[in-house]
């Protein structure tokens, strides 16, 4: 069935970015792959939305895409931030707080 | 799709329900507006608009809740909103967070000299954000509640302006929670995969009434949406950001962290998992009692191990949120009214526990380490005194209110047979009880000759400003009155027991 | 269906085939004899340790903000501008709430100097550096590097 090449296409995205989330050090393509994740959510909505024939899952869709666009300015906020005061956005590098 | 050109039948909108989410809203906005057209306002305003905004919900909650108790719960805007019992007393617990937050954050602000407009607006849209989650009645609508809900505190914990530590904070905070959030969507968008609906009664409706012969993917989307619910609520194995962002961001924001959103995530954990997937109640319990388990010993073990009193009481917390979650697991209306009750008597704790320490942490915000409190109980008795209550209260000793709460979720965890866990509960609210009392005795028991303190020339604690002193007092008397006559709280958790309304 | 695919996997397969070869070749037949100086990264002069800090003026990032509102504006305009013929007056109400919100983060941003650049922030330098900080509302300049290394604890192998 078609529906599950989408569901692939979206699990592998997810996977590519709980990857890079877990394995990146730069704070910015941290931020780029919680992207890739939302998109892949995306997907999956939208394919699920035309699966069933009902309108809910392109609607997500658009609210995701809004929410997104919302969280990533405020996360390239916070990397300016760590930029600014260490010169670096490595996020390894954030080791301030330890109990 | 959307070209139809024939008009649409357009939703109902009740009002009335609304006007503790416009009250929150509106608020925001015309403070931020105002602010920004007006050159030079006054210190005090930002902070006195928000709390009357959180006293004008607080009054307002009081004829909705009559409406509702009287009429039964109603659902508007097509279904995708609710109102009933518990969306209202977790409406009021907000707004009482809210004005605690509001209290504590003008001292901070003055005593920190930081420029404060932004963070009102910000508590008062993370405010307005938990309302929407506490009655959405749809995934939709609970996503955008959760996002309005933890973008504000991503920006609130990176307020402190001077301190990297509550930049560093701030953005552990958000990579962490980003990444929750986005498996909580894909656990949505699996649900609504599975059932072909994003309404929750409808997916109540759908779950009660069919047999799904393959339900892999929404095992899948419970699992997901269970991981996103439990990264928010800092339960166990996703507690990682709970400590560190607590010790960096300020220390009024952490207040509104405990409370607030402690109780907006539990709103939603009830009606996602208690409310519409209870038909498939047998499936999820397991994993919440796991998680439940993991959370209560994790977070009262490790506390014990801290020397920083704000991750001690962030790992406390985190153990609170552990017994929040047997409340939960035992998915049932005594279990619901226990896990309101608990949230009610844990918002009046976390807001004075964060009181004191605003004020011991003095200018800088870092006196956080337990040798601040080293005798406190002599130099400031009062102060003292009443951090001893409420850290009692957390830790659960009869005739303070947190014994009533803990109650409540242990006789609810027996009720459902779940005796193990009820155990386990207890044992560690036993030893979550060392940490506290490891504070006691730093506070009443080792006193530091003062004038040693004179030569270390930090460790004097500046007396209260009159914001924080109110929280204290009012937070203490109510934990107090709570543990000697509980009944008026337990009797409104118990009618505020949420109910679905299909759309 | 798929069958029109089937150049493009060729290709792929080619193509990947074609890099592990190349490497698998030089490995094979190139000669190696690493020493230091060629390890080094510069022939001469002295070895960076980390990123030469460069400014990074603030002033861009707000107006990317500026595009973030627009473009949060317009994903909700789309819909609503294809569909309120069908929702009438309800989709112009919930559509102006919904401006009225956009505007307001606007405004916020104009408060806060977001436009101010150029000539006219110039103009207001000037000014306020002749009559003191009257003029100057505090807004980006505040939230600078200038001024604030004072209170700044952790500025560390910066300029």
Known sequence: MLLNQFLLLAAALFAIGVYGVLARRNGVLVLMSIELILNSVNINLVAFSAVSATVGGEIFALFIIAVAAAEVGVGLAMVLLLYRNRRSIDLTEIDQLRG | MFAQAETVATPEVLWWALVPLLVLAGAAVLLLTVASLVRRLPEWLPAAWTIVAGLAVLVSVVPLWNEVQDDGARSFLAGAVGIDGSTLFVTALLAVAVVATALLSRAYLTREDLPGVELYVLLLLSAAGGVVMASANDLIVLFLGLELLSIAVYVMAALHLRRIQSQEAALKYFVLGAFASAFLLYGIALVYGA????????????????????????????????????????????????????????????????????????????????????????????????????????????????????????????????????????????????????????????????????????????????????????????????????????????????????????????????????????????????????????????????????????????????????????????????????????????????????? | MLGQYLPVVALLVLAALFAALSFVASRLLAPRRPHDRKLAPYECGIIPSRETPERFPVRFYLVAMIFIVFDIEIIFFYPWAVAHRGIGLFGLVAVLIFSVAVFESFVYLIGNGALEWGPIAEVRQAVSRRFGSEVVRPGVRQVGLEGRDAGNPTIEGGP
Do not use: N
């Open chain 2, 195 to 503: 059932t072909g609906a994003t309404g929750l009664a409808r997916i109540a409706g759908y779950l009660s009434t069919t047999i799904l012969l393959e339900d892999g993917m929404l095992m899948a989307g419970f699992g997901l949406l269970l991981v996103g619910l439990g990264f928010k609520v800092a339960a166990v194995p996703f507690h990682a950001w709970a400590p560190d962002v607590y010790q960096g961001a300020p220390t009024p924001v952490v207040a509104w962290m405990a409370a607030g959103v402690k109780a907006a995530g539990f709103a939603a954990l009830l009606r996602v998992f208690v409310l519409t997937f209870g038909s498939w109640s047998g499936e999820w319990q397991p994993a919440v009692w796991g998680l439940a388990i993991l959370t209560v010993l994790g977070g009262s073990v490790v506390a014990v191990v801290q020397t920083d009193v704000k991750r001690m009481l962030a790992y406390s917390s985190i153990a609170h949120a552990g017994f929040l979650l047997v409340g939960v697991q035992a998915a049932s209306d005594r279990g619901t009214a226990a896990v309101l009750t608990y949230l009610g008597v844990y918002t009046l704790l976390a807001c004075g526990s964060f009181a004191v320490v605003t004020v011991v942490g003095g200018a800088g915000d870092d006196r956080h380490g337990i040798d601040a409190y080293r005798g406190l109980g002599a130099r400031r008795p009062w102060l003292a005194g009443a951090f001893a209550v409420l850290l009692l209260g957390q830790a659960g000793v009869p005739f303070t209110a947190g014994f009533v709460a803990k109650f409540g979720v242990i006789a609810a965890a027996t009720e459902g047979h779940s005796y193990a866990l009820a155990g386990i509960a207890m044992v560690s609210a036993a030893v979550a009880a060392f940490v506290y009392l490891r504070i006691l005795v730093a506070l009443y028991m080792e006193d530091r000759h003062l004038e040693d303190d004179d030569e270390a020339g930090a460790v004097e604690v500046d007396p209260a400003p009159w914001g924080p002193r109110i929280v204290i007092t009012v937070s203490v008397a109510l934990v107090l009155v709570l543990g000697v006559v509980p009944g008026p709280l337990v009797d409104l958790a118990k009618d505020a027991v949420p109910v679905l309304v299909g759309g």
